[in-house]
């Protein structure tokens, strides 16, 4: 794996949230990277300080006089002398602590999960032509490719036969993407080579179509009929786009 690939896949190393094959690929890069090993260790300090509550802010001390003044406002029987200011400090600190950590929890979702998704599809394209190891099934007939998945998998995945439109069916791969196996439909166009990852999607909202480009990759998602669809290859993004036209037909 290049820096790149590895600082992509870090965050998620040190949440513990590779498979073990991202995992087993990050641990054996940092450990001939000084860079890298230095960028996973600063991630590991900062979650490890996000964890025992180290972010602490001291309440300015307007902040200070503008609570005094609201409390001697709502509360005008009350003497001053009977607030502790050192615990409205610790609370004020402690109100802080807890927003600021609900606020980098709630940016985290979503987007976040989506972003590590599709570093792993990115990474399961790249390791299945680096491991050459492209096909379980190779073939280029669909009845053949379509009944393999059949004892693997819960759901049965389209294997389309694109050959006449210019995109050669190669075969079909088990993966493993958000936490489930998954079909990997292969194709190829002139010298290169197409991962179609099916699964049935978890939120059956129609979505338009999603393209993205990571690492050099290109990327388009749907879903149709209750399925989530992820294309990745290195072919342009026109071509690309055919290609996942032609599927949805
Ligand atoms: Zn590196």
């Not at 949440?15 to 001939?32: F, N, W």
């Not at 600190?93 to 590590?116: C, D, F, I, M, Y």
Request: aromatic share 8%; net charge neutral; proline share 4%.
């Amino acid at each position: 794996m290049t820096c790149n690939e590895t600082k992509n896949l870090l965050n998620a190393y040190v949440d513990g949230a590779l498979d073990s094959a991202g995992s087993l690929s990050v641990e054996s890069h940092i450990q001939r990277c000084t860079s890298c090993l230095t960028d996973m260790e600063n991630l590991r300090s900062l979650s490890s300080a996000i964890q025992n509550g180290g972010l602490r802010f001291t309440a300015p001390s307007s902040l200070k006089r503008k609570v005094q003044a609201a409390i001697g406002a709502a509360n005008p029987g009350v003497k001053r002398s009977f607030f502790n200011w050192r615990w409205a400090g610790a609370l004020a600190s402690a109100v802080l602590v807890v927003v600021v950590g609900l606020l980098l929890s709630a940016q985290r979702p979503k987007s976040s999960e989506e972003a590590l998704l599709v570093d792993d599809i990115v990474s399961s394209h790249v390791r299945s032509m680096m491991a050459n190891h492209i096909t379980d099934v190779a073939s280029s007939d669909s009845h053949t490719v379509k009944p393999w998945f059949g004892g693997k998998l819960d759901y049965s995945p389209p294997a389309k036969d694109l050959t006449a439109q210019g995109f050669r069916l190669v075969g079909g791969r088990l993966d493993y993407l958000d936490n489930r196996p998954v079909a990997a439909v292969v194709y190829q166009r002139s010298q290169h080579f197409i991962n179609l990852f099916v699964w049935p999607a978890t939120n059956t909202a129609i979505k338009p179509e999603d393209q993205l480009t990571r690492q050099g990759y290109n990327i388009i998602h749907w879903t149709q009929s209750g399925m989530t669809y992820w294309l990745v290859s290195e072919l342009n993004l026109a071509e690309l786009s055919e290609c996942a036209r032609l599927l949805k037909e």
